[in-house]
């Protein structure tokens, strides 16, 4: 959605009217998006279209309105690939306003690369991108000369480190938040030159929240970690010295952090690359082995994994002794599309073979044992979990899959489904299929070897999950009973649970996040032999 600079009406994307119910409960593909103007007042059967692209079923489009108020800059995009085209409308040249189907001047009409607008000076148009740069650089591109090889290049590449985001303030400054070993790390640049004027100081964690548009004075950004609820900075940037203070300073009753720490290991994987992985614990925790860990993990879809506070895992380390630890796994953008691509596709594999290393290192370094090792993760952090409980039975004692992608094969028929094929590939492909059936946790749920039982294990799905719908999580539940339970060796719980009138998560109401994580840490204490303490 994006407000044109009068105010008077705004851009957004919709889907067609679909036949049938579209209560949340649907499971019909998404496609067809298309761009429309709504005007304030009006009534939305009055909204112009503006876009379309009926070639094309499976784009979306995303719009932003520059900072001068003059140019849409749309980037269509298919699929959930850092990539995009990226094409602009001089809104001030229709002479008639908006009246229909906008003229868009494309600029990149391909799937290179990505490119995302930061700001303007007339016609001279900064965009950061991974064009031949993995963890991303700024360019400028000038409408007047659009041509590829008149592109220039504001801030190189960094060696290490992934250029997170960027924003301009204060006219003709640029501030920039970098990754540099999964902790961010904020500077001030000029927009002019590039130059690096000024470094933010930051403790370890993630910057999780920021306020400052090109025509403010002043920056506003939030600090978390694993061990911060949040730190609201302000930073004037008319003064000669740029001194941020503490603006906000949340504080949650009964928590000393300095009881607390948090250390950054680095493991082998199977194939011998090094993956990071946060551990978060009480600092009189002893190594001997018997310590409970809740091991959380995701990799995928260039998404990063970074420090941030969670009171239910807090509540994890404080009152059950635990351990939270974070590996940050390939296929998530840690260190840029390289580290993305080397989990993707035919390369998932390594995404499970950096889980099941980081369980194996905590066994070694005597953090814990296989039965007390809980394993969670959520969307495609649920087919993670599923993958690897299928795959080493042995080395965990708890499963809590959360709204689960585990039908590999057939995922993309079902809402935007069709999305991630990008990130993993499509079934109706033949050499796409055989990598996808090798892992597949649906189709991959076998009884465990001698005497190991299945781990104990927790599904969760909303009936109103119109991104991963339930069948996925419904479809593993029934064939994980049909084939393991009702062995006899198995004596650990294999449930599901499921809610009503819930989506895949976001925007679920706090009582019902509170029920969810209760029963959560419930079924985890009693399964693990956790014993609470004050």
Request: charge should be negative.
């Amino acid at each position: 959605m994006a407000w044109t600079h009068d105010h008077l009406g705004m851009f957004y994307n919709r889907y067609p009217d679909q036949d049938g119910k579209s209560d949340g409960t649907e499971t019909t593909s998404n496609l067809n998006q298309k761009l429309y103007y709504h005007l304030l007042k009006a009534d939305q059967s009055q909204d112009v279209l503006c876009a379309a692209f009926p070639d094309n079923p499976k784009w979306t489009c995303g719009v932003e309105v520059s900072d001068c108020g003059r140019y849409l800059i749309a980037t269509p995009t298919e699929g959930c690939d850092p990539v995009n085209r990226l094409f602009y409308c001089d809104l001030e040249a229709l002479s008639d306003g908006i009246t229909g189907l906008l003229p868009f001047v494309k600029v990149v009409d391909n799937f290179d690369a990505e490119y995302e607008y930061i700001t303007n000076e007339g016609t001279v148009f900064t965009f950061k991108t991974n064009l031949k740069s993995p963890r991303y650089k700024l360019i400028n591109i000038d409408l007047t000369s659009p041509q590829m090889e008149n592109w220039t290049t504001l801030i190189e590449e960094d060696e290490k480190d992934v250029l997170d985001w960027a924003a301009c303030v204060h006219g003709n400054r640029l501030v920039l938040c970098y990754m540099h070993h999964v902790k961010n790390v904020l500077y001030l640049h000029d927009l002019n030159t590039g130059e690096r004027m000024k470094t933010f100081p930051l403790d370890v964690g993630t910057v999780v929240g920021y306020s400052g548009k090109k025509k403010d004075t002043e920056i506003f950004y939030q600090f978390s970690s694993f061990l911060t609820p949040g730190v609201i900075y302000r930073c004037d940037l008319t003064k000669n010295t740029l001194e941020p203070l503490v603006f906000r300073e949340i504080t949650v009753q009964g928590f000393n952090s300095s009881k607390f720490q948090t250390e950054q290991v680095f493991y082998e994987s199977k194939d011998g690359t090094k993956i990071p992985m946060f551990l978060v614990h009480r600092k009189d925790m002893k190594l001997d082995s018997s310590n409970p860990v809740f091991l959380y993990g995701y990799g995928g879809f260039n998404i990063s994994i970074t420090p941030y506070f969670s009171v239910s895992r807090l509540i994890f380390m404080q009152h059950f002794g635990g351990i939270l630890a974070v590996p940050n796994i390939r296929g998530g953008g840690e260190y840029g599309e390289t580290w993305h691509k080397a989990g993707m596709l035919s390369k998932k594999q390594n995404v499970f073979d950096d889980f099941h290393a980081a369980a194996e290192y905590l066994m070694k370094s005597n953090y814990t044992a296989a039965s007390k090792i809980t394993i969670n993760g959520g969307s495609n952090g649920g087919l993670l979990v599923g993958a690897c409980c299928n795959q080493r039975p042995d080395l965990f004692g708890c499963v809590v899959a959360q709204v689960g992608v585990m039908d590999m094969l057939r995922f993309h028929k079902f809402t935007i489904g069709h999305a991630w094929t990008t990130d993993f590939g499509c079934a109706e492909k033949k050499e796409e299929f055989d990598y996808l059936i090798k892992y597949s946790p649906l189709h991959n749920i076998r009884v465990p070897e001698g005497d190991t039982q299945f781990p104990s294990t927790l599904l969760l799905t909303g009936d109103h999950d119109d991104r991963v719908v339930p069948l996925h999580s419904l479809k593993y539940i029934a064939q994980l009973q049909h084939v393991v339970g009702n062995i006899p060796k198995q004596k650990s719980p294999l449930l599901i649970r499921v809610d009503t009138k819930s989506g895949h998560g976001a925007g679920k109401p706090t009582a019902k996040v509170i029920e969810e994580y209760a029963d959560i840490y419930s079924f985890i204490a009693m399964t693990t032999g956790l014993d609470w303490q004050d």
